[in-house]
């Protein structure tokens, strides 16, 4: 180990319109770094050319380890262009990838011959395992857990590990930043805004949730305290006033969240925070606790509310207690109690008829909207994740639909399309449904302007209201070009894209 320069960096690859959101991934695996080797966290959100600017910091530093994060969608693009082009430019660079996308395509990425390793899954433990193993520290390395590699032409898997003890990880060395106040940015929720992700995993199956072959099911979360402990740190230390959770699942312990809120009011921490639930799970909460909440500065939940259809529901394997009632129910319930909730929906999953499929979610959402017209809706279109053995995936594989097993076929358009999840082309979705889809979103996000834009003054928001309202009374959706015009040139924000 040299003691001066890093032996390893670890690169977090550009993402979508989002400069002031930590890199977690690198901070997580950071931690457990710390006071053993030395290491740099790599920023690409900071880039502006990234392929030659990283370049330049192996060059500068010498490093033999490069750790990538990567997730589908513009990470994606760029980290297959790096790698590409290091193969040859840093022979002896070991490049090992972690994150959502080589979780789940495993195989295709170390097919390519451009990435040594793959770490499925959370690799706090046996990251650290793997750099000692790779310095010769004398690692078995049939003990790193979640490692894949290749071998004589083919993909070997070691097990993944149990899920962490999460109170016994280390804090994130937030010093690697540099300076932590770019990171804060200014949301619906607050002027100086961060993330946390204070759990692993998710207790449900729902068939199109990348997270599932991951977690199979497994949730492990940090106990409530030392949550407070978290957000009392970044308050107190970079000035903090608002939190997004990005936890797959925050709500999943009432317990937790309950002593969370106590513990915020019980500290007078002053601070208004965000976070990913379940509609069952948060119905079964009780009015003392979403008071509680409430007071505590949760402002807005994202709720996979995926369908208003209770077929679809259960073709999603979306499990649980959940029925579109539900959905209903809880908007109602958390209109009450000055909680907004934002409704992320899944449409265009393959159907009998998938007009009428999507005739019925519009009308759906419309009753939601009847309901509590501040409810926020997103609205995603179905993009298919490897999951062996789902009637879903099993569904889509009958239209013919196949990944690419080709690492470099991410890079085409419409392998980009698809992991955005605007318009993923897939077999049994035709041009018009893709134009039905967004069509209705854009008279709704008319009729109804998002809270979340920020710069959408209320004149702004009344001009849309106005252009959208005919079309939304009458149903009459297609071809809203007017509202896409002034979308644009209002830069309407779409925190489908910019948001989780
Ligand atoms: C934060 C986030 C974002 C942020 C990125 C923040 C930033 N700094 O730029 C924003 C909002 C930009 C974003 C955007 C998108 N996201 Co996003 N995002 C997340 C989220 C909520 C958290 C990720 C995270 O940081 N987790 C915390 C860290 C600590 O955990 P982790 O990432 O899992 O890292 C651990 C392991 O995976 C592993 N690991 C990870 N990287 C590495 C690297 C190495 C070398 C090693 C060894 C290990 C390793 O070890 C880490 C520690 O245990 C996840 C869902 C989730 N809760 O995880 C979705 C998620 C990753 N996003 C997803 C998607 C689809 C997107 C989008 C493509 C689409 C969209 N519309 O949301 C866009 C575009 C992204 C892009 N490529 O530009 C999906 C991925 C689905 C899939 N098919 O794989 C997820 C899973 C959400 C979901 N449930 O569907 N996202």
Redo the contacts with the bound molecule.
């Keep these: 180990m040299n003691t001066n320069q890093p032996d390893l960096i670890l690169y977090?690859p550009r993402?979508?319109n989002?400069k002031y959101?930590?890199?977690?991934?690198m901070l997580?695996?950071g931690s457990m770094l710390e006071g053993r080797y030395d290491y740099e966290i790599v920023d690409g959100?900071f880039f502006h050319n990234a392929y030659e600017q990283l370049a330049q910091v192996i060059e500068r530093s010498n490093a033999q380890i490069l750790?990538?994060?990567v997730?589908?969608?513009?990470?994606?693009q760029e980290a297959i262009r790096i790698v590409r082009g290091f193969r040859a430019r840093f022979p002896l660079l070991k490049i090992?990838?972690?994150?959502?996308?080589p979780?789940?395509h495993t195989e295709t990425v170390l097919q390519s011959g451009w990435v040594d390793y793959v770490?499925r899954?959370?690799?706090?433990h046996d990251?650290v395992r793997l750099i000692e193993y790779l310095n010769g520290n004398g690692v078995a390395r049939e003990s790193i857990l979640g490692r894949s590699y290749m071998e004589n032409g083919r993909v070997v898997n070691h097990p993944q590990r149990a899920l962490p003890v999460m109170d016994e990880l280390p804090p994130w060395p937030y010093h690697r930043l540099g300076e932590v106040q770019r990171y804060l940015g200014k949301t619906y929720l607050g002027q100086r805004t961060t993330?946390l992700?204070t759990s692993y995993g998710c207790p449900f199956k729902c068939s199109f949730?990348?997270?599932v072959p991951i977690f199979d099911g497994g949730w492990v979360g940090r106990s409530a305290p030392l949550v407070a402990d978290e957000v009392e740190y970044v308050v107190n230390k970079f000035g903090v006033d608002a939190i997004e959770f990005?936890?797959?699942n925050f709500f999943t312990s009432m317990k937790r969240t309950a002593l969370f809120a106590e513990e915020i009011l019980r500290r007078q921490i002053q601070v208004t925070w965000w976070g990913e639930a379940r509609p069952d799970t948060l119905e079964k909460y009780s009015d003392d606790v979403l008071t509680n909440m409430r007071r505590s500065g949760c402002k807005m939940i994202f709720l996979g509310a995926e369908s208003g259809s209770a077929l679809r529901l259960k073709q999603m394997n979306k499990g649980g207690t959940q029925t579109p009632e539900t959905i209903l129910r809880l908007a109602e319930k958390l209109k009450r109690h000055d909680l907004i909730p934002e409704f992320s929906f899944v449409l265009g999953a393959p159907a009998e008829d998938v007009d009428v499929a999507l005739d019925e979610e519009i009308e759906f959402i419309r009753r939601v909207k009847r309901v509590n017209p501040r409810s926020e809706i997103i609205i995603y279109v179905y993009a298919p994740?490897p999951m062996l053995g789902s009637t879903l995936f099993d569904d889509v594989q009958k239209t013919g639909f196949a990944f690419p097993t080709n690492l470099e076929d991410w890079l085409l358009p419409q392998w980009t399309h698809l992991?955005?999840?605007k318009n993923p082309l897939t077999p049994w979705l035709k041009p018009h449904h893709i134009d039905k889809i967004h069509h209705f979103e854009a008279v709704l996000n008319a009729r109804y302007p998002t809270n979340s834009d920020v710069k959408l003054t209320p004149a702004r928001k009344r001009l849309l209201e106005i252009v959208g309202a005919w079309r939304y009374q009458t149903g009459f959706y297609r071809a809203p070009y007017e509202i896409k015009l002034l979308q644009r040139a209002l830069r309407y924000r779409q925190p489908?894209?910019?948001?989780?």
């Design positions: 977090h993402t979508a989002s959101r930590l890199p977690m991934p997580a695996l959100n750790g990538m994060t997730m589908p969608g513009p990470q994606l090992i990838w972690g994150g959502y996308f979780s789940n770490m899954g959370p690799s706090e990251f993330t992700h949730c990348a997270v990005a936890d797959n994740v992991d955005l999840r489908e894209i910019e948001g989780f």
